[in-house]
């Protein structure tokens, strides 16, 4: 009986998403400004039940993960640039 419950929670715990990670990704963020020409990619994640702060995590052109802090003024200019240059794909050209 006890060992159909650890499968039970095995295979639970692997058809969730992400294997339920209801942790926060970013423990400790960058303090460091990054200039927006070494970033390679921008993940944004929501808080949610997971965390209750966003987390941005930059991926370098040295392929390096940083966590950007979101209340920065310079991470929230980066983030309003990629916004808008998704809305005016032409500006982009």
């Known amino acids: 009986m006890n060992s159909k419950v650890t499968i039970s929670l ?3 715990y692997l058809a969730s998403p992400q294997g339920a990670t209801l942790r926060c990704r970013c423990i400790k963020t960058e303090p460091n400004f990054i200039h927006p020409k070494f970033i390679d990619n921008i993940i944004i994640i929501p808080s949610g039940p997971h965390c209750p702060k966003a987390a941005i995590i930059a ?3 040295s392929f390096k993960q940083v966590c950007l802090n979101p209340d920065a003024a310079s991470v929230k200019k980066i983030i ?3 916004i808008d240059g998704s809305k ?3 500006a982009n050209q």
Do not use: D, K, S
Request: proline residues 8%; aromatic residues 0%.
């Open 10 to 12: 095995l295979v639970l």
């Open 59 to 61: 991926t370098l052109q």
């Open 88 to 90: 005016n794909p032409e």
């Open 80 to 82: 309003g640039r990629m």
